[in-house]
């Protein structure tokens, strides 16, 4: 019997990984392929005139040039929340980088050539592309109001205002001696840069269409591509090769649909690569300006929290209405408070689209409301740790109402963590620690199907749909085939990325996929355990009874018989295989907020060290510690893997990533040489990522999804560690050498030096 | 117009007819089909591209195909000598520092260009030797450890890692199609 969940298994895919050969969608040759190149505007907001592409199609090799007028009409629109995104701009462009035209041609060079020859005409038109002007009462609407007819808010650019309340606030306010804590806070918008840019194929099909794409949520896509194409889903096949990092920003389609039509125009196929500075204006975070208000009794225990955020979204809505209202809901945080009002607006912008990114709208609430914990903290007179423990929620704790209970003991992480960091010891001069948590609702909603076939030799195939971009899915369905049916590790093979073949999954999102096509493998699993109980009370002629199967083991009175020996015995001169199919389902709760309760809470507490460098700014770590609450890390590598990348994801919005715009709303800073992300040089000195396993949650053995939780907390933690050393109170994100050199003037300006 | 080059990429004597104004990325990708050497930044700032030039790590990105005439050049897939891992890849594979795994060959081949320079590098030598390799998933402490990990065991076993030339074949022209790996 093998015995590998829990181990550090090598991860499945890994071989390819480390020799090259790992087949992204940039590296899959189609024959007869044309290539793409996007056509777009140097400003963000502009109405579209006239589009000469008599240059353009003069350039040797250039088969199509497509844009609006050869779509159907009315353009074909899309989007997951609402349709709301054109196939390509139609009318006005929305934000800088929304594409006018499509060029297809024989070779890249042909393509990118003739896209500089398409010339548009255009009228620059004034954008909205700050939260002030989107949300002014003469702003310019980003969207046309026709498209949302019955929405009161449709003459706005609000798209969407979320309400959370519990509790009399009103009241609660009126308490005697309460001590209020008040704040706004900024948080920017940043960009996913998943190193492999995002990259599109489209192919006929037979009487379909086949489209490759780095897509988290293969299903969702061929759902999409069938709507659009008028198709049966049937006809609609997604390749999904692994994603080359995804963190949100490939869940939904982007350019998919173009490439389908463009596909269709020309009867090949086309391939679309997007630059980095392409990918920077399809995808990125929304930016939040949160402004809350806490009231505490003065022994530190809360009484309401008051939270009114706008978020800024982009031009369409994608899925970040979603993140708005997933990330606001969660703004009381871990902690049981009797009263709570939470307002949260998604405005509309002439932007990039906002989308999923890592903490799915948390973790701008989070640098907000923990902020606003450890300023209350240094009110109060209170060690913010001790401020933490005394409000936390305790394990079956309805601390959000209606929602699932606390399903972990998360003081267990913060007293651990507080620990690690060697917390309330001395520090040395010019150093300072801080301490954060971060919690989030994990997938509210969710189904997972998979298949295993048990082979006759023993070995076994699993089919299951997640994406694999970087956590290691397949990993942890492979660990879970070997242990329940016996099998090698090495003698599983997991299937994923190709929707002809492998059965419906929802989506890769939500940190879910252990738990929810984990369950699933591990019920087809089962599924097989009970179907080779059968065949051995056949072969034995005894009663089922008198059998158990369990871990690859049938067990038949006092003997205990490998299940492949039965199998094979089973199975006899024909041969054949067992077939197990397994599911998931967590079905929506209508008259639920968010549509659902939530299936687990990631729940992660980070504690860090700083030292500032009074002179730059420069704010440099030298001891970093997250604990996450985990249930069961069923791969510890991978965990370790997931929680680190996390938290130094983290740091990246935290200290350095920013967009910056010009006054005519264009990205300044598209690129790797001007938008910085964390290196091997912003590490901190040492970094200790541990975890927390009661086997608590709701995936197989006992997990929790976990691989957002330590992006969460990060800055606040780190800017109460800037305060602790400094003194100064940063709310705007990132803290920028820059940003923090300046703090510390205006403090030094307020305190002159006695 | 292309031009005709003569190189070896990973031990094997090529000529390849190139576009003078081909990075030797595209050169790398589009010619030759080996698609595991990445394509990202463009500009020299991700190091996804990095490959190894006449024993210097460079990234492909930032130089044009018809400057590698003559050149020997290793990439990731030549890291690997028949089935046998470079001890790196094998690092790599124990420490979990593969996520996605798209930065990773150029991680690989930046690791193994600061170990043939120095066999047995401090932590700072490799944070420093492989800063300009971003990596998203930011698995940045178990790639840090592989190559520890790596040095420890290996470093200075092999003199010579990267045999050079053995055979020529003449192929290649720009739009080449190459049957899938």
Known sequence: MSDVVGTRAPRVGGLDRVTGRQAYVADIPLDDVLHVKLVTLPVARARIGAIDDAAACAVPGVQLVMSARDLPSPMPRFGPQRRDRPVIATGETKYHGDPVAAVAAETKDAAEEAAALVKVAYEELPPAFTLETALATDAPLVQDPSLRPDDPHANTNVLHEHRHVWGDIEAAEREPGLVVVEGSYQFPMVTQFAIEPHAFMAAPDGDGIAIWSAIQHPNWLQRVMAELLKLPLSKVRVHAPDPGGAFGGKQHAKYEPLLAFMALATGRPVRLVLTLEETFQAVRRGAAQVHVRTGFHPDGALVFRDVEANYQIGAYADIADRTVAKGSYTSMGPYVCPSARIVARSVLSHTVPSTAFRGFGNPQQIWAVESNMNEAARVLGIDPLELRLKNLAKPGDAFIPGDTPADGDWAVAVRRAAEMIDWGSPTQPGRGRGIAVGLKSGPTTGLSYSTVRLLVDGSVVVYAGTSDMGQGARTIFAQIAADELGTPLEWVTVVSGDTAVVPYDQQTSASRSSVFMGNAVLRACRDIQAKVRAMAADLEGIDEAGITVERGQVRIDERTIPIADVVKRGLGRLGGEIIGIGEMRKDAEPDHPLGGTAAFYEFNCTAVEVEVDRETGDISIPKYVTVSDVGKALNPNQVRGQDEGAAVMGLGHTLMEHYIWDDAGRIRNLGAIDYRIPTSMDLPADMDSDIVENEDGPGPYGAKGMSEGALLPVSPAVAAAVTDATGAVIRDLPMSPERVWQALQELDSAEPAS | ?181
């Open chain 2, 1 to 181: 117009m292309t031009t005709r080059i003569e190189l070896t990429v990973n031990g094997r004597g090529r000529s390849v007819d190139v576009e003078p104004h081909h990075t030797l990325l595209e050169m790398l990708r589009d010619d030759l089909a080996l698609t595991g050497t990445k394509e990202c930044c463009l500009v020299g700032e991700c190091g996804a591209c990095t490959v190894i030039v006449d024993g210097e790590s460079v990234d492909s990105c930032l130089m044009l195909g018809v400057e590698a005439d003559g050149a020997a050049i290793t990439t990731v897939e030549g890291l690997a000598s028949g089935d046998r891992l470079d001890p790196l890849q094998e690092a790599f594979l124990e420490t979990g520092a593969a996520q996605c795994g798209f930065c990773i060959p150029g991680q690989l081949v930046s690791a193994r260009a600061l170990l043939d320079d120095v066999p047995h590098p401090t932590r700072t030598q490799i944070e420093e030797g492989l800063a300009g390799n971003l990596c998203r998933c930011a698995g940045y402490e178990q790639i840090m450890e592989a190559v520890e990990l790596a040095a420890a065991r290996h470093g200075a076993a092999d003199p010579a890692p990267h045999p050079r030339a053995v055979t020529t074949d003449v192929a290649s022209t720009p739009d080449a199609k190459v049957a899938p790996q």
